[in-house]
């Protein structure tokens, strides 16, 4: 399995709840490296874009409000086969459907604050990671 990268976003509640530094923890000892990192509080408009892809969802509105509500953090995540490791180490997106000792069973609190954010393909995690990071700030 090849070498690749993910993108992740630890959500506010997360954040908030003091749970960021369990979740790299986690995240460092499935055997991610990380390779970009930074906590910021994303504007109302930084939200939209990144989730133009839910904008007709009904629970649009919703999302971006709470994605912009406070701070978070964002990472590029390396491992084989990043996407699909991710995800399976994140969880579904509802957390009382989340597989026990996931990162979403664990931390989140909703099926909107689940806790992280992990990329769905290897072409929008380059999206995400360069939504977010200049080449400069990627190890
Ligand atoms: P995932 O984050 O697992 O890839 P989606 O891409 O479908 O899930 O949704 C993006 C985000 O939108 C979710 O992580 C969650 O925060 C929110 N979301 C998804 N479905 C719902 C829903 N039914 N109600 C409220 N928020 C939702
Ligand atoms: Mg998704």
Same mark, same amino acid.
């Given at each position: 399995?090849?070498?690749?990268?993910?993108f992740?976003? /630890? !959500? #506010?509640?997360?954040?908030?709840?003091?749970?960021l530094?369990k979740?790299?923890?986690?995240?460092? $000892?499935?055997?991610?490296?990380?390779?970009?990192?930074?906590?910021?509080?994303?504007?109302?408009?930084?939200? $939209?874009? &990144?989730?133009?892809? @839910? !904008?007709?969802? #009904? +629970? +649009?509105?919703?999302?971006?409000?709470?994605?912009?509500?406070?701070?978070?953090?964002?990472?590029?995540? $390396? !491992?084989?086969?990043? /996407? *699909?490791?991710?995800? *399976?180490?994140?969880?579904?997106?509802? #957390?009382?459907?989340?597989?026990?000792?996931?990162?979403?069973?664990? &931390?989140?609190?909703?099926?909107?604050?689940?806790? /992280? @954010?992990?990329?769905?393909?290897? *072409?929008?995690?380059?999206? $995400?990671?360069? +939504?977010? &990071? !200049?080449?400069?700030?990627? /190890?």
């Amino acid at each position: 399995m090849a070498i690749s990268r993910t993108f992740t976003i /630890v !959500k #506010p509640t997360a954040y908030k709840n003091g749970n960021l530094g369990k979740i790299l923890t986690i995240i460092e $000892e499935h055997g991610f490296s990380l390779k970009a990192l930074k906590i910021l509080r994303l504007s109302v408009n930084q939200a $939209e874009k &990144f989730y133009d892809i @839910h !904008k007709d969802r #009904p +629970f +649009f509105k919703d999302l971006v409000d709470y994605m912009s509500s406070g701070t978070v953090a964002v990472a590029i995540l $390396e !491992k084989d086969n990043a /996407v *699909e490791a991710y995800r *399976e180490l994140i969880g579904s997106t509802d #957390p009382s459907k989340a597989r026990t000792g996931t990162i979403r069973n664990l &931390f989140g609190t909703s099926i909107q604050a689940n806790a /992280v @954010h992990g990329s769905d393909s290897d *072409e929008n995690a380059i999206i $995400e990671g360069n +939504f977010f &990071f !200049k080449e400069s700030e990627i /190890v």
